[in-house]
């Protein structure tokens, strides 16, 4: 299997900024897309950015010109910049990414998450 695992989250005031990270860990794999979602209180979880290999980046809405997505695909590695960040941006962020795994001749191809991490924007 393929492990994500994020990290980054925590309290942060209103108009501060955190770095979320999210590294795949597994053997013999490759990843095809990497995203982020989020899931506020009493909400549905909602993607909030993903990018492709190619570097082609896509945003909510609510985040874009706020938080910047980028990934270091040698390591395996996603990362969310968020700026600015609003009361209404808390909630549990989670990692999401698109694998292809292989096993000898075996080819399997899945979708993966991390466990979350918290983010909450208070005062």
């Known amino acids: 299997q393929v492990q994500l695992v994020e990290s980054g989250g925590g309290l942060v005031q209103p108009g501060g900024s955190l770095r979320l990270s999210c590294a795949a860990s597994?053997?013999?794999?490759?990843?095809?897309?990497m995203a982020w979602y989020r899931q506020g209180p009493g909400k549905q979880r909602e993607l909030v950015a993903d990018i492709t290999n190619a570097g082609i980046t896509t945003y909510d809405h609510s985040v874009k010109g706020r938080f910047t997505i980028s990934r270091a695909i040698a390591s395996n590695t996603m990362y969310l910049q968020m700026n600015s960040l609003k009361p209404e941006d808390t909630a549990v962020y989670y990692c999401?990414?698109?694998?292809?795994?292989?096993?000898?001749?075996?080819?399997?191809?899945?979708?993966?998450w991390g466990q979350g991490t918290q983010v909450t924007v208070s005062s």
């Open positions: 597994g053997s013999s794999f490759e990843i095809n897309y």
């Open positions: 999401n990414a698109d694998v292809t795994q292989r096993r000898g001749s075996v080819r399997a191809d899945f979708r993966t």
